[in-house]
Every structure is written in C-alpha cells, then in structure tokens.
C-alpha cells in the first residue's frame, strides 16, 4: 500500500531528486517515482555527463548541487586506484572529458545520489518507488486531486492522493494527463517575437533525442557486435542539411553550421591531467573519444586500468526522424526503437567500417559496456530526453530574456521573482521538423519563479524541462544544474505553501509572501543571482 504523502514527485531524474530532498528538509512526506530502476535521470539512467557553465566550480549552482558534484569526486577518491597527482585535485574531473569539468561514470552518481536521499527514505519521510508510470490523473477545480500508477514490473496499478504534485517526468508527461495548459515543438514567431523561432508553430518540431552507450578499446581483441538490423538504412542514411552520410567522421560545426571533421582516438596518449574543460574557450566536440571520456585510465595508478571508456553521445547518434512527444505513444515507441537501432548501428560502423588515422577500417576492439550503463544490450536505460511538453506559465522565458545578440554580453533579463541561476548556450540539436543545429551565444541568466507557476492549475509545480520557456530557450535551460534548481525549487516552494497556507501564485505575485520564500532559498543556499559575468 503506497502512503498518501504531502507531496507526491513523479519522476525521479536530477529535478525530482532535488524537488524530494528539499521538501523532505522541509519536513514534508513525499512519494518520489521512477519510471526505470535508476534514479538520476540524464545523469545515469540516460547516461550524459554534466554539461556545466565555465564557473560551475566557483559559483552558480544551489549548495545542495555542489554536494552532489562534491559526493561524485569523493566516491573516486576513496574507491579508486588514482594517482597522487589526480587526488591531490580540489577539482578532481574524474574522466578528463572536456565537456564538462566532471565527467563521471553513471553508477558513481547513482550511488551518491541514493546516498542523498537515504536519510529521508530511514526517517519515513520519503517512499521510492522505481518503476513505476503515471497513467493517469484526476483533475477537478483546477487542481490534481489525484494521480495513478502503474507498476511497470507486475501491472499493479494505485492511486495516490497529494495535497501537491511535483511533475519531473522527463516528457512532461503529467501536463498531458492533468488536463494542464502546455506548449510542445516550436511556438511561432508571432507568438513570443523569437528571431530563431519559425514563422508558423510546429508542435511536432523537436529537438532530436540519443540512445547513449559507453565504450572501452582494446587492440587485439574483436568485440563485435551481430549487424544491426536496421544497418543498412543507417549506413546509407544522408541527411539534407549534412555533409555527408550520419555514420561518418564529418558534421557540421553547432555554432557556424560549417562542415568539420571530428577525429577518433581510442585511448590517446595524453597525460588526461592536462585536459582542460571550458564550452565558453572551446567547445571539446571535434574529438570524439576524449568529448564524453568519463573513465580516463591515466588518473590512476599503471595498469588498473585497461582502458578509458568514453561515453556516446554524438552527432552520429542523434535521432530526429519522428517526435518523441505529440504524435501517439505508437510513434513514441518507434522513434525509441529506431533511436536505439542507431546507436548500435554506430556501433558496429565504428567497429567495422569507421576510417582509422593509419589508413585502415574498423574498430573492432571496441567493446560496448553493459556495466556500466545496467542493461544488458549495453545502450543507456532511457533516451537523452532534450525536450519536453512546457507549461503554460505565469513567465514565459523568451529568446529576448537570454540571446546574447538581443541583450549584450552582461546584458540579460533580471527577474524580480529570481529563484536561481543557470547558464549555457541556446544550443538546440538538429529536430523533427528538418532543423540543423540552432546554436546561439547567450548570457548567464535567472530563472524566475513565474516559470513554474501554471496560469491556471493550483497545485501541480514543473521540475524540469517543462517550466515556461519556449523551443528556443529550452535550450539553455535544459541542463543538470538548473533541471537540479528548478526542480529544488518546486520541492521547497510545495512544502512553503503547505507550512503557511498560501498558493504558488501568491507567492510568486505578492511581495512580500515571495521575499519570506527568498529568504528560506538563501539560507538552503539557493544563489538567486550573478555576479558580473560575460555571455558567450
């Protein structure tokens, strides 16, 4: 029997994490649901490292996030052979990747964030329930009165009642089944005035979505996996607005849209000490193997270590050929299937056909590593998720909040109801509806409160991709430190309007009622503001 709770979180990625801990410090009950059996979203069961802002080590993220990271650096070094150099780092990147200064391994951040949580699961505050679905909701007077389960390993369905829900499922999933007003795919230009929005919506134009997977060299040996079945198609598969085939070494650059060669190297002979991991000096994308390293074998002691591993998660897997959300759970369920189909179509290109530096073809000691992403096929648990249904909000964030090109390089929208931080590109991957990359300088921002307060609804809060932004700035608000604040943020302000009796709205309208939240945000360490820093 599932407990009724104060506070019932569905969705249990890197925003319901962070949404669960901060009403369980607040004192609330809550309910916290996973629709696969790891806990951490994009972070693990999706399998993406953290794409982070240059100051990420300095400043702007909540205390609660740099926890975690700092939970993350001290898993490796009390666990793993490293060297004295690598542990004598205060910013230890255990991976050496250069897309973010923490590239890590999906089960470390697992395990630190199970440790997190696991207070409150002892004290009876908080009931985990993996594997389990929303299927569907009750709504009446504009509020959720209540939603069901479904048990994904036996059928079983409950209902459980809350006096507010958290939706962090990471397709909005609760906006459709709540009945509450949300947006999907591109909104027209004329609805927010967006430079890079299209000039009609197209609901069914959305970022691609990628079937992560993680891989080890080992020259010599051939670990190559049955030909795919869909092979054939994605062997031979050119897109319009491509330079060549998708399985291939050449993409265009993001941000110029130019045609660059990405290089591959297994195992590089580069002390990964010297690595340095900076998105806003160099983007890190052009090679391959070091892009998403997230086991970097020279941090640690001589011959613990076979190989690196590097993680997947390129342009050569990106999917966009039909929707993820809109189109039917039929369609769904294709477009995941298909997804997969290419990731191991990758695979098996880059272990048989792929140009090698030395003239020859094929990898074929590359091993794919089920042990590290917990599947048996070796492919992440879930798909990287970039998009997702957004509320009809209170706040809308538009291209003219963020764009560095509309407001300046220390330019941006300062929000009176300011609730946290965030920065990185508007960085939009090719979609459904044909797009190339939109990639877009933009300047450290806010993310206001009114973002996730519903214009109708009472009592159902985002915790993720699915607070008020548009198709274009989704693209900066979709990474793990602000899904990590946002979804921070909903946990505390459901469990503040429990303790005084008061609605998100009040507290996002009223002043006063907003400043008495602020003041419980700084004293968690929630920075609500920047200091002067420079777009790029």
């Known amino acids: 029997m599932i407990p009724e709770p104060d506070i019932l979180v569905v969705g249990a990625g890197l925003g319901g994490v962070a949404a669960a801990l901060a009403a369980c410090r607040a004192g609330r009950t809550v309910v916290l649901t996973e629709e696969t059996d790891w806990i951490g979203g994009q972070l693990t069961s999706q399998a993406v490292p953290p794409d982070e802002h240059p100051w990420v080590e300095q400043f702007g993220t909540t205390a609660s996030y740099r926890r975690l990271r700092e939970g993350i650096r001290a898993y490796y070094r009390q666990w793993y052979p490293m060297r004295s150099e690598a542990l004598a780092l205060t910013d230890l990147n255990p991976g050496a990747g250069r897309v973010s200064k923490l590239c890590h391994e999906p089960r470390v951040a697992l395990t630190v964030l199970e440790a997190m949580l696991a207070p409150h699961r002892a004290a009876g505050r908080l009931t985990l329930l993996t594997e389990h679905r929303a299927v569907a909701a009750e709504a009446d007077n504009d ?22 829900v958290i939706d962090a499922t990471e397709t909005g999933e609760l906006l459709e089944l709540g009945g509450v007003e949300h947006a999907i795919g591109a909104e027209a230009r004329g609805e927010f005035d967006e430079p890079h929005a299209p000039e009609q919506a197209q609901p069914l134009n959305q970022q691609g979505i990628t079937v992560c997977f993680a891989l080890s060299h080992h020259e010599g040996e051939n670990h190559t996996v049955d030909r795919p079945a869909d092979y054939d198609f994605w062997r031979s598969y050119r897109p319009d607005f491509w330079p060549g085939p998708l399985l291939g070494f050449q993409a265009p650059d993001p941000r110029s849209l130019e045609s660059v060669p990405r290089t591959f190297v297994p195992n590089p002979d580069i002390d990964p000490l010297a690595v340095s991991a900076d998105q806003s000096a160099d983007a890190g994308d052009k090679e391959l193997w070091g892009f998403r390293r997230i086991l970097a074998r020279g941090m640690h002691r001589p011959g613990a270590f076979g190989s690196d591993i590097t993680l997947v998660n390129w342009p050569l897997n990106d999917y966009w050929l039909k929707p993820l959300i809109g189109a039917g759970e039929e369609v769904s369920a294709q477009a995941v299937a298909e997804a997969r189909q290419l990731s191991l179509s990758l695979l098996y290109w880059l272990q048989t056909e792929a140009p090698r530096q030395d003239g020859g073809t094929g990898f074929p000691g590359l091993r794919i590593r089920p042990d590290i992403t917990g599947t048996e096929d070796g492919l992440a648990k879930a798909p990287y998720v970039r998009e997702s249904r957004r509320i009809k909000a209170v706040t809308t964030v538009t291209e003219h909040d963020v764009s560095i090109d509309l407001v300046g390089p220390h330019g941006g929208t300062r929000h009176r109801d300011s609730v946290g931080v965030g920065s990185y590109r508007i960085d939009l991957h090719p979609s459904t509806g044909g797009d190339n990359y ?17 214009r109708r609804v009472r009592n159902l809060l985002p915790a993720g991709k699915n607070i008020g932004t548009t198709h274009i700035t989704n693209g900066c608000y979709r990474l793990h430190p602000v899904e990590w604040n946002i979804g921070e943020v909903a946990g505390a302000l459901a469990a503040h309007c429990l303790t005084e009796g008061v609605e998100p709205r009040q507290v996002q309208s009223e002043d006063k009622r907003y400043e008495a939240f602020a003041r419980l945000l700084d004293r968690d360490g929630v920075q609500r503001h920047w200091p002067d820093v420079r777009g790029y």
């Open 143 to 164: 509020v959720i009165r209540a939603v069901t389960l479904e048990n994904l390993r036996t059928g079983d369905r409950d209902t459980v009642t809350a006096r507010y």
């Open 438 to 454: 939109i990639d877009i300088g933009s300047v450290p921002f806010e993310i206001p409160l009114g973002a996730l307060v519903p």
